[in-house]
């Protein structure tokens, strides 16, 4: 069986960290981009098809919960794992109710990452199809195929 890749863009000031963990993520066969703040990571949304990003929340400038909520605007089926060493619980809530998929604190265990990104990955693919879908019927309808 062929393995996808999950395009993974991380996302944190701390840039040892973004590198370690590209790393890791790289030596397991996922495609990794970096960004060291909110910005750089919005401005690579505009220009890459990226599956997942692992979000930290707290950085200076745009902090995480503000980059969220920008990512879910502008790119709705991007899905967010938020990764945070300052993480409460009422943090996690506020970022699950704002879209993200799911929430880690540092240090997350590795496998436990990797497997909220596959299934971050395979809800983004299932809502792209479910919309695919649609917009074939809408299609379909349109153009008198069906009543």
Same mark, same amino acid.
């Given at each position: 069986?062929?393995?996808?890749?999950?395009?993974?863009? *991380? =996302?944190? @000031?701390? +840039?040892d960290?973004?590198?370690?963990?590209?790393?890791? /993520?790289?030596e397991?066969? $996922?495609?990794?981009?970096?960004?060291?703040?909110?910005?750089?990571?919005?401005?690579?949304l505009?220009?890459?098809?990226?599956?997942? *990003? =692992?979000? @930290?929340l +707290?950085?200076p400038g745009?902090?995480?919960?503000?980059? /969220?909520?920008?990512i879910? $605007?502008?790119?709705?089926?991007?899905e967010?794992?938020?990764?945070?060493?300052?993480?409460t619980?009422e943090t996690?809530?506020?970022?699950?109710?704002?879209?993200?998929?799911?929430?880690?604190?540092?240090?997350a265990?590795?496998?436990?990452?990797?497997?909220?990104?596959?299934?971050?990955?395979?809800?983004k693919?299932?809502?792209e199809?479910?919309?695919?879908?649609?917009?074939?019927?809408?299609m379909?309808?349109?153009?008198?195929?069906?009543?």
């Amino acid at each position: 069986m062929v393995k996808i890749p999950i395009r993974v863009l *991380v =996302v944190d @000031d701390e +840039k040892d960290f973004v590198e370690m963990l590209s790393l890791r /993520l790289n030596e397991s066969g $996922q495609k990794v981009v970096q960004a060291f703040n909110g910005k750089e990571c919005l401005d690579i949304l505009e220009k890459d098809g990226v599956d997942v *990003v =692992v979000l @930290d929340l +707290k950085m200076p400038g745009m902090d995480g919960i503000e980059v /969220l909520k920008e990512i879910k $605007q502008r790119f709705p089926l991007v899905e967010v794992v938020m990764l945070t060493g300052h993480g409460t619980a009422e943090t996690a809530v506020e970022g699950m109710k704002l879209g993200a998929y799911d929430y880690l604190l540092k240090p997350a265990d590795f496998e436990e990452l990797l497997g909220k990104l596959e299934a971050a990955r395979n809800r983004k693919e299932s809502q792209e199809e479910r919309i695919r879908r649609a917009e074939a019927k809408l299609m379909v309808r349109r153009s008198g195929g069906l009543s």
